[in-house]
């Protein structure tokens, strides 16, 4: 600043940046680093910028001929070395690549194999360990559970330090020296033990454990894990059931399936709770049950890049595979009466379900929809319909769809929704009254983005009844106790 001196450096494809970000200075600040995500997200940079020559070099160049999932990007930079820990699915899993950041080259790829790493919790430079999640390991289980392993760097050993079949939520001591782990599943009660970081072996449990006597006498009802081949008829599709607490096996339930397909995580529970998603519609006479269909995280690279450019599929093969699959174990499951509801990507992907499968689901419930990916936010949209905007943008949409609706529609909107643009509802609307469709609309003065609050929550669960059970339901301007 005293020279007034600049250094000019040539980015490549600068205009085409989505962001340039993430910029770091080497401790004798004679070199920089920064990050370089090129719009459409198929190719991502880390660059390294020498003063003295005023040149770019590339320190990682990630491409993709579909996406490189870069909101859920790892990275961590050695202070003591030239070195870089680097996620990529670029062998088609979610893995652990160690960087020469001096040369630009791999050194070696740490893990492998048909998992994947979840995320990164801790690493030791002078031990050279690192203490990651990871998920699909053992393949008699479920492939979503969390488990917690050691990874030495020098010699490749992973060494599991939770092996029991349950998705484990740790909490570390500060040293890292010691953990508490809960564990648990949907169908399996938590269990709480501290362990050892070393082996991850059991040093204290304590006596006082959780139970579910109490919850039992008061009629909680356990959800079932249940997997079923997907579209392919190969791969295992993962979700679980939920039935009412006064359950009968002989008599025949309508089911509904609550749906969140956002490309962005997987969304099926996998930690014990007395409550999940829609869990109290099965005290109305319902079954409900929610899946990862393909096309979400936390699988492949194969699995995940079916939602490429083709949001409106939402795994919904895998959806109607699993539910015909479930019904033909379970006889009470009804699947003549499909139901579906929805928030946000979940409200796309319901109304999508009675636009592009008619034929399955009867009745939908779409609350705060991002209905057309043209008009929503550009780094979600973006990250899995790519760049420029093509054609495909217009086949997902909802609103160019509507002609097609069958079945039976609720759409629910905030009138101030501050996620997803309210015109995104509304253009649906205009569009549905312009084929002359019938469809109910419940607009939510002064609510934000939601599922629906109280009063949604009852149209939502009337219009089931109605359209489900062909029920009536009770007249709530005469109802003195609501």
């Not at 910029?23 to 880390?46: A, L």
């Not at 790493?117 to 002078?126: A, L, P, Q, R, Y």
Request: charged share 25%.
């Amino acid at each position: 600043m005293e020279e007034g001196h600049s250094i000019p450096f040539d980015v490549p494809e600068v205009e085409q940046q989505y962001s340039l970000h993430n910029i770091r200075w080497n401790k004798e600040s004679t070199q920089f680093t920064f990050d370089f995500n090129k719009r459409g997200h198929q190719r991502y940079t880390i660059y390294a910028g020498d003063l003295k020559t005023g040149t770019l070099r590339e320190v990682v160049n990630e491409t993709s001929p579909t996406f490189i999932y870069y909101n859920n990007q790892y990275q961590y930079w050695f202070e003591n070395s030239n070195e870089l820990l680097w996620i990529s699915e670029r062998d088609g899993w979610r893995h652990l690549y160690l960087y020469n950041t001096a040369t630009g080259t791999v050194k070696k790829q740490l893990t492998q194999g048909e998992w994947v790493v979840k995320s990164v919790k801790h690493v030791d430079e002078k031990q050279r360990t690192v203490i990651l999640v990871g998920c699909g390991k053992d393949k008699n289980e479920d492939p979503y559970l969390e488990k917690y392993y050691a990874l030495n760097m020098n010699n490749g050993k992973l060494t599991c330090l939770t092996p029991e079949n349950a998705n484990h939520r740790v909490t570390f001591s500060k040293d890292f020296s010691y953990m508490v782990d809960n564990y648990s599943r949907v169908d399996q009660v938590p269990t709480i033990v501290v362990r050892s970081v070393k082996d991850g072996k059991v040093i204290f449990k304590p006596e006082n454990q959780p139970d579910l006597i109490k919850a039992l006498q008061d009629g909680f009802r356990m959800p079932e894990v249940f997997s079923a081949k997907g579209r392919d008829g190969i791969t295992d599709i993962w979700g679980m059931i939920m039935r009412p607490s006064n359950f009968d096996p002989t008599k025949k339930y309508p089911v509904i399936e609550y749906i969140y397909a956002g490309p962005h995580d997987s969304h099926v529970p996998k930690s014990f709770a007395i409550h999940h998603w829609g869990s109290e519609l099965t005290e109305l006479g319902f079954i409900v049950v929610i899946i990862d269909g393909m096309g979400t995280a936390n699988r492949s690279k194969a699995f995940h890049d079916v939602c490429w450019k083709n949001l409106k599929d939402a795994g919904f093969p895998d959806r109607i595979a699993w539910m015909k699959a479930a019904a033909q174990k379970y006889p009470e499951i009804d699947i003549d009466r499909v139901g579906i509801y929805g928030c946000s990507a979940g409200g796309q992907n319901a109304m999508g379900a009675v636009l592009f499968h008619p034929d399955f689901y009867k009745v939908s419930v779409a609350a705060c929809g991002c209905h057309d990916n043209r008009m929503d936010k550009i780094w979600w949209n973006e990250q899995w319909m790519g760049y420029p905007v093509g054609k495909e943008y217009e086949e997902c949409s909802n609103v160019t769809n509507a002609h097609l609706l069958e079945g039976k529609l609720m759409l629910i909107l905030g009138e101030l929704d501050n996620n997803v643009d309210p015109s995104s509802t509304l253009q649906v609307v205009d569009a549905l009254i312009k084929y002359k469709k019938e469809f109910e609309f419940v607009m939510l003065p002064g609510e934000r983005h939601t599922m629906g609050g109280p009063y949604g929550e009852r149209k939502r669960r009337d219009f089931f009844i109605k359209h489900l059970m062909n029920e009536q339901t009770p007249d709530w301007n005469k109802t003195i106790d609501n």
